[in-house]
């Protein structure tokens, strides 16, 4: 079945642009996240949405981070006025959230990830 | 807060064990997943401990004690394939249902 997707692959942007990461979850899965991942290092969590809401934003680093999932499904992840140290992989994973059971209730779906050129 | 340790690299001969040490702390600990991540690709799910003891699951292995705040996952039989960063992740329920990761153990297998 599909997984997790996430477009585009790969982002080269200019400093001071915006731009916008678009994830599309597993079908069915109310809770959607979003991480970051550096070069070798694990990945960082940003935010954490539970159907339309944003359960946990505590991981954005600035009011120049933002994301949204209007209707419960797809996410887009906002950056704007992009700085170099923005410069990373962007990852987004999905879970059946307060849906499935013990295991599949935490488990986490990764999606390919979009990597993220700042100039 | 939290933090979660791991070795930086690894390296292994192919047929052989190798044993991959994840400690952390963390209040309202519910569970710790480790993932594996070949280069440039997603994180891909390995096992998941809530309970200590020993999770089996063909050539992989999952232990967790939380007493300890520590757990490893043990690589039984290793095949080139097997190359790749191993993160292990923490949930805390004091801090919803993100993981918090740990940096990564980046395991090379030599023939």
């Known amino acids: 079945g599909a997984g997790v997707s996430q477009t585009p692959s790969n982002k080269v942007t200019e400093k001071g642009k915006y731009v916008e990461l678009r994830c599309d979850p597993i079908s069915g899965h109310t809770a959607l996240y979003w991480y970051r991942q550096s070069l070798g290092q694990g990945p960082e969590f940003l935010i954490y949405f539970q159907g339309t809401g944003a359960a946990d934003d505590s991981g954005l680093p600035n009011d120049r981070f933002f994301a949204v999932r209007p209707e419960g499904s797809v996410s887009t992840l906002k950056i704007q006025r992009t700085e170099r140290g923005d410069s990373a992989v962007y990852l987004c994973?999905?879970?059946?959230?307060?849906?499935?059971?013990?295991?599949?209730?935490?488990?986490?779906?990764f999606g390919p990830g979009t990597r993220l050129t700042v100039l | 807060g939290q933090n979660i340790d791991q070795p930086t690299e690894m390296t292994a001969t192919e047929g052989a064990i190798v044993q991959i040490n994840c400690t952390y702390q963390?209040?309202?600990?519910?569970?710790l997943f480790w993932y594996q991540q070949h280069a440039g690709e997603a994180p891909t799910f390995l096992s998941y401990?809530?309970?200590?003891g020993l999770e089996e699951k063909g050539r992989f292995s999952s232990f967790l004690s939380r007493s300890k705040g520590y757990s490893y996952l043990l690589l039984k039989e290793l095949q080139m394939k097997d190359s790749a960063s191993y993160l292990c992740a923490v949930i805390n329920r004091d801090y919803g249902q993100n993981f918090v990761f740990g940096p990564g153990t980046r395991l090379s297998v030599l023939p």
């Open positions: 994973a999905s879970s059946p959230g307060l849906a499935g059971g013990s295991l599949s209730y935490n488990e986490q779906f």
């Open positions: 401990n809530v309970l200590d």
């Open positions: 963390t209040s309202g600990f519910n569970g």
